[in-house]
């Protein structure tokens, strides 16, 4: 299966910029997620946008979906450095009566104080 | 507070031997996932569960197999592991359908020497 790929692959910015994270992938999902990791952890769940939803908020979280584009945005307004971690889009598909997610490689944020 | 825990966070095998990385969970969840990560990859789908017994593979199966007796125990088995499976194993559950966000364990960073 195709992975997502996320846009830019590292990202550098400072505390209290907006960080905006692309991600495209190549065939038709039931949602698309959002995950964060931090340094040599597990990851943990930020957002799900539904295939039939095209804008999702939470916090300060802002995610588009563009599925006639296959593409997905997530933007991180008013950032910290705490927001520093790697981000990961995944996107839900259907294998064997189930849901599996199939993740992209990443971006990498930095957020300097 | 929902949890997934994975039996080691670091592990070091030698070529050859036969290892088990094991993960359970609390949630009462249908479905769960063995991942691996590796820099410049992503996470890439080992094999999932979606029943007691039942397993699916994903996109990365070949060198391992898992087993799930129980709904809140799943295990990876590498039969015999090599180099290149070195990595960081990331397991996860959620629930049966669609639409659900993922819960990760702490991950097992595995060096096999």
């Known amino acids: 299966s195709q992975q997502g790929e996320e846009d830019p692959q590292a990202l550098s910015i400072q505390e209290g910029e907006n960080a905006t994270m692309n991600c495209s992938y190549k065939t038709s999902i039931n949602n698309l997620q959002w995950y964060r990791q931090n340094s040599g952890r597990g990851l943990v769940h930020l957002i799900l946008?539904?295939?039939?939803?095209r804008e999702k908020h939470s916090g300060r979280l802002r995610v588009t979906l563009d599925t006639s584009k296959k593409s997905s945005s997530l933007l991180i307004t008013a950032s910290r450095a705490a927001d520093t971690a790697s981000y990961f889009c995944?996107?839900?598909?259907?294998?064997?009566?189930?849901?599996?997610?199939?993740f992209g490689k990443g971006t990498k944020l930095t957020v300097n104080p | 507070d929902v949890k997934v825990t994975q039996s080691s966070r670091y592990l070091v095998k030698r070529t050859g031997e036969k290892v088990f990385l094991e993960c359970v969970q609390d949630?009462?969840?249908?479905?769960m996932f063995w991942y691996r990560q590796d820099p410049g990859l992503g996470l890439r789908l080992i094999y999932f569960?979606?029943?007691?017994?039942?397993?699916e593979k994903g996109d990365i199966p070949e060198g391992y197999s898992v087993s799930r007796e129980k709904k809140e125990r799943f295990s990876l088995i590498l039969e015999s592991a090599s180099t290149n499976q070195t990595s960081m194993y990331l397991c996860?559950?959620?629930?049966?359908?669609?639409?659900?966000?993922?819960?990760f364990g702490p991950g097992t960073r595995l060096t096999v020497t």
């Open positions: 995944a996107t839900g598909q259907t294998q064997g009566g189930s849901e599996k997610l199939v």
């Open positions: 996860a559950s959620t629930h049966r359908g669609r639409d659900y966000e993922q819960y």
């Open positions: 949630m009462d969840h249908e479905n």
């Open positions: 946008i539904r295939s039939n939803e």
């Open positions: 569960s979606y029943d007691v017994k039942m397993k």
